[in-house]
């Protein structure tokens, strides 16, 4: 059975930095590429970033957080990364990981190519 373990998020003001963690376990966590996620208050859940299996090599972000977010994996402790930096009030959201349904697939953004989803971690920063 898949469990995904969200933590590190917080109270934290505008420009601060936040690492989030998600822990894995029940399939191969290096085989899997992994995605971030968040929800809004009252928004749609939309993606955030995502790490191809393996090394990690390939990469994709949204627009929004691009070039102050970075997204990681340690396949040894099957755990993704989520550093946010330069932090910003619409960075306000619950923020949920989830695992690619299928191995040795690369970064996808679409949701339904992800099979199973963390409880997620509140995010909140404060102008």
């Known amino acids: 059975q898949v469990q995904l373990v969200e933590s590190g998020g917080g109270l934290v003001q505008a420009g601060d930095s936040l690492r989030l963690s998600c822990a894995a376990s029940?399939?191969?966590?290096?085989?899997?590429?992994m995605g971030w996620f968040r929800q809004a208050p009252g928004k749609e859940r939309v993606f955030v970033a995502a790490?191809?299996?393996?090394?990690?090599?390939?990469?994709s972000y949204a627009d929004s957080v691009k070039g102050r977010f970075v997204i990681s994996r340690d396949n040894a402790k099957s755990t993704v990364y989520l550093q946010m930096n330069s932090l910003k009030p619409e960075d306000t959201a619950v923020y949920y990981c989830?695992?690619?349904?299928?191995?040795?697939?690369?970064?996808?953004?679409?949701?339904?190519?992800?099979?199973?989803w963390g409880r997620g971690t509140q995010v909140t920063v404060t102008s």
């Open positions: 989830a695992i690619h349904r299928l191995p040795l697939t690369g970064v996808q953004l679409r949701q339904n190519a992800y099979d199973n």
């Open positions: 029940g399939r191969t966590f290096s085989r899997f590429t």
């Open positions: 790490i191809a299996y393996g090394a990690g090599i390939t990469t």
